[in-house]
């Protein structure tokens, strides 16, 4: 795990805003995370054209998506720094801009290392992103006095979900990359990120002289606590990506298109999941929600080992999309407000832990699988959501994250 620098300070204030104002800054902030889920999911549903139209095989096309997480992984810890120093409004911006310029130029036809820059830069800007737009999500959370990042979440699962199915009709309708990438920048994307963009909270600088002297360090074992939680989250997110279908169409003996209905049973449960999030954990509180939704995932996930038949298959995944729903909002509330620790340092600190989760978690249950078989393999899920559910007390926020003043 990486070290970080990390300015000192005390827990995250809360400032009364005019409640008009505090709701375009809401608008705002979800407006991001949307577009960061259509931007994203466009991507995703055209990797097979990209694929065909550069002519890469399987091994070549892995190295590619490998790029886009390793450019992610490197933009996320710059991106919490540099927030703290300069504020997230201004990191959220840049990267938000970035982002959506870059997709277009994926559909380019250029040269492999030329392709594999573009692949990184978009990668980086995709994690400067998300470190930075929930450092904003987090500011206007304690505004509020009251538990809202779930809902923005929510909205980062409707985008991904409008992106791919837009994405899907437009390559059946045999529309080319550049079309379809220039259309989604330009014409859906850029009009929300400038709303969004030209309305944010101004953090302003988080003792930037501090962060200018201090040298690197460990995260506190506050961080190393919720970076676990969100590593064994979103290891479980994906697997599910990657080997839903692939357990349906092996032991299920499902079609095709019943394998990819798995997937989407457990997307479409998780984003409904996240739009509840903010309620029950406003009547339950976060650690009983992350317990629960452990539990329920792992529930769920044992429905379909053990039983291995499509109907139960599909319910089960959607029991796991919806005990994950909550969790990662809860695990980036926590983070965001710790004491003694900028918002942004500590959202990037366990961001960059828990996405390393999300990108080792298939091939670890793919080498496991050589060894035990696949439905062994994905019962690591299951323990792993167990050490969820044991380490459930470190999101636990004090009282003075929405009360101090």
Request: charged share 10%; hydrophobic share 55%.
């Amino acid at each position: 795990m990486e070290s970080y620098l990390s300015p000192t300070i005390t827990t995250p204030r809360v400032v009364v805003a005019p409640r008009r104002e505090l709701i375009v800054s809401r608008l705002a902030v979800a407006a991001l995370f949307f577009m960061n889920g259509v931007l994203f999911a466009s991507w995703v549903s055209r990797i097979p054209a990209v694929q065909t139209a550069r002519g890469l095989s399987h091994g070549q096309l892995g190295l590619a998506l490998l790029m886009i997480a390793f450019g992610a992984l490197v933009g996320m810890p710059p991106a919490g720094w540099l927030s703290s120093r300069f504020g997230s409004r201004r990191v959220t911006q840049v990267s938000a801009a970035v982002f959506f310029l870059v997709l277009p130029l994926l559909a380019f036809k250029t040269s492999v290392i030329v392709f594999a820059l573009i692949l990184f830069l978009f990668g980086a800007a995709h994690g400067a992103l998300d470190v930075a737009m929930n450092a904003q999500a987090v500011a206007v959370e304690l505004r509020y006095g009251r538990p809202i990042m779930s809902s923005f979440h929510a909205l980062f699962s409707v985008g991904g979900l409008a992106g791919a199915a837009f994405g899907a009709v437009i390559a059946n309708a045999g529309i080319g990359l550049l079309t379809h990438f220039s259309a989604v920048s330009f014409l859906l994307t850029a009009p929300l990120a400038l709303f969004g963009c030209l309305h944010l909270i101004d953090t302003g600088r988080t003792h930037s002289h501090v962060a200018r002297r201090a040298g690197f360090r460990w995260p506190p074992k506050a961080l190393v606590a919720l970076g676990a939680v969100a590593f064994c989250v979103m290891m479980g997110e994906g697997a599910m990506a990657d080997w839903s279908a692939v357990f349906l169409r092996r032991f299920a003996g499902t079609s095709d298109g019943v394998a990819a209905a798995g997937y989407a049973a457990f997307s479409i449960a998780m984003a409904a999941g996240r739009f509840s999030g903010d309620w029950l954990s406003s009547l339950f509180g976060p650690v009983t929600l992350v317990r629960a939704g452990g539990l329920l995932a792992a529930a769920g996930l044992g429905l379909v080992l053990i039983v291995v038949e499509p109907t139960a298959a599909l319910i089960g995944f959607a029991a796991v999309g919806a005990g994950f729903a909550t969790v990662v909002p809860q695990v980036f509330s926590a983070a965001g407000s710790t004491a003694g620790i900028s918002p942004e340092t500590g959202l990037a600190t366990v961001t960059t832990i828990g996405y390393t989760g999300f990108l080792i978690g298939p091939p670890l249950i793919g080498f496991a699988a050589e060894i035990i078989g696949l439905r062994g393999a994905l019962g690591i899920v299951i323990v792993m959501t167990g050490v969820m559910i044991v380490l459930a007390p470190s999101v636990r926020r004090s009282p003075l994250s929405f009360a101090g003043v």
